[in-house]
């Protein structure tokens, strides 16, 4: 063990970085693939959101913000049909509850 560990609390260095699991990385690229077409700040936060999420729970609960957004920008009808053509990818990654169209 280098020298300079011994200083460190046992805990401090116990976390490791862990990949998404698989088919995370396709979800969050369709709903990064929704907001194409949109622009601004508030997009761009929402953006680094759905790329900061680490799982397919985080990226259910953003598909509201990203509903709105759609929304906004273009209109509800828009955002629905975006929203409900994710719904069969979520489906795959989530528990087996189903998902109820938007």
């Known amino acids: 063990m280098a020298s300079w560990k011994k200083w460190l609390p046992a805990t401090a260095c116990d976390w490791q970085l862990?990949?998404?699991?698989?088919?995370?990385?396709?979800?969050?690229h369709q709903l990064l693939a929704v907001l194409d077409d949109c622009d601004g700040f508030e997009c761009?936060?929402?953006?680094?959101?759905?790329?900061?999420?680490?799982?397919?729970q985080e990226l259910w609960l953003l598909r509201d913000g990203v509903f709105q957004m759609v929304s906004s920008q273009h209109c509800q009808a828009a955002a629905v049909e975006r929203i409900n053509g994710l719904l069969p990818a979520f489906q795959h990654l989530l528990p087996s509850a189903p998902l109820p169209p938007v």
């Open 18 to 28: 862990r990949p998404a699991p698989a088919g995370v990385e396709t979800l969050r």
């Open 44 to 56: 761009d936060r929402l953006r680094w959101r759905v790329h900061t999420a680490e799982c397919a």
